[in-house]
């Protein structure tokens, strides 16, 4: 039987659990032609709930782009003509025409048409290096230009990306998209300090363009639910206290959620009881699979770091820089342990939520307070 819990990649279907009030507000804010950022930590769903958002739309014409592989302007440029090419015509209208199209809005630009390895047409162009913001610009404009038959939604996913393929991009951006009265945007990101200088930075070419929406882990009961459906559906039964242990253990995190579900349903499968041992060997089984992974990222801390990592491990949201932690924890002064949350946070090793400090993974958290047991 095939596991049912799924991680690292979108999920879909049945194994999208409930974020019902998310999708209803993502899909009427696509739908009124509105523009929105969407923002969380990394894995907690974003692209999962856009992808099943543009799902269920049909009367907005929807395209996803992600930024996260794209390694510079060029690229950016290349990739996206593309991306809009196939989605916003049908090769049924035969290449000479798309072509003609295409030259009339890109301007200075000859788009030419290869055949990848698979025989599917690709778009090339030539860009001259001090041409490349004006391509760009063209490019950006397509989509409004094409007058295609239905509003458009576009969401770039890794939005915060932004910035390091082209320091100028977000205001080439901005100054076209608000000019089109056809298309909307969606901006996933999942740095929220990055995120927030570009959306809320009143000297940002993109300060409140769009409402603000954040991804917040999904509910105890909903997980709940969902962990049992999958159970119940593949035939096996889960305890409740399994459920809690899983729970208890990725904080709702989706992904870590999805996890630590996959790794309990394992050993479900291979007919471990669920007694008094069973909490013991489904941990280690999740802790030894990382274990290589945080040692890695470990070595390359410096002591304050893992001091202040260590602290944090235990004190679960309660102050670090109480005079109790220095003490208990044997921490360095507070403006040294400042330096090491900054670099902890820039790492994305912790994050920063309502003034207090937490990991980003509560695997690599249980891996660290269990370091020096
Ligand atoms: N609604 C959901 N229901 C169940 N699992 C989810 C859901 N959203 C996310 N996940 C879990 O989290 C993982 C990461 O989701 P993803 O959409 O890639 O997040 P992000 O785009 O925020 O990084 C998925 O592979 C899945 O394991
Ligand atoms: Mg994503």
Not at 138 to 160: G, H, T
Not at 188 to 209: C, H, R, T, V, Y
Not at 323 to 344: E, F, R, V
């Amino acid at each position: 039987m095939v596991n049912p819990f799924q991680f690292g990649k979108v999920v879909q279907d049945k194994q999208f659990c409930n974020r019902q009030r998310e999708l209803r507000d993502l899909i009427s804010a696509i739908k009124g032609g509105n523009s929105l950022w969407l923002y969380s930590p990394r894995r907690f769903g974003k692209t999962s709930l856009v992808v099943n958002a543009f799902s269920q739309i049909e009367e907005v014409k929807t395209i996803y782009f992600d930024l996260f592989n794209i390694r510079d302007n060029r690229e950016f440029a290349t990739k996206y003509l593309n991306v809009l090419t196939h989605e916003l015509f049908t090769w049924k209208q035969g290449i000479t025409s798309i072509l003609k199209k295409l030259s009339v809005h890109l301007k200075k630009i000859t788009p030419t048409v290869s055949l990848d390895t698979m025989g599917n047409p690709s778009i090339g162009i030539d860009i001259k290096p001090n041409e490349i913001s004006q391509t760009i610009e063209s490019i950006l404009e397509l989509p409004q230009k094409l007058n295609f038959p239905k509003p458009i939604c576009i969401a770039f996913d890794e939005f915060q990306e932004v910035e390091r393929l082209d320091p100028f991009l977000k205001n080439i951006m901005r100054s076209v998209f608000q000019h089109q009265q056809n298309v909307s945007y969606i901006f996933l990101g999942s740095k929220e300090s990055l995120m927030n200088a570009i959306f809320s930075d009143a000297k940002s070419p993109f300060f409140q363009f769009g409402e603000k929406m954040k991804l917040a882990p999904i509910s105890r009961s909903d997980l709940t639910a969902y962990i049992e459906s999958m159970f119940k559906e593949t035939q096996l039964k889960i305890k409740n206290e399994t459920i809690e242990n899983i729970l208890h253990l990725s904080e709702c995190h989706p992904h870590y959620t999805q996890y630590a579900a996959y790794v309990a349903w394992g050993l479900i499968n291979q007919k471990i009881q669920q007694d008094e041992n069973f909490k013991q060997i489904w941990l280690s089984r999740i802790i030894e699979s990382q274990s290589d992974a945080f040692r890695t990222i470990y070595e390359q801390l410096n002591t304050n770091q893992r001091k202040v990592l260590y602290a944090l491990s235990y004190l679960d949201g309660h102050s670090i820089l109480s005079n109790d932690a220095m003490i208990k924890y044997n921490l360095p002064p507070k403006s040294t342990i400042n330096t090491a949350l900054n670099s902890l946070l820039k790492k994305t090793l912790i994050l920063k939520s309502n003034g207090s400090y937490k990991f980003e993974n509560p695997i690599f958290k249980i891996w660290i307070n269990k370091l020096y047991d």
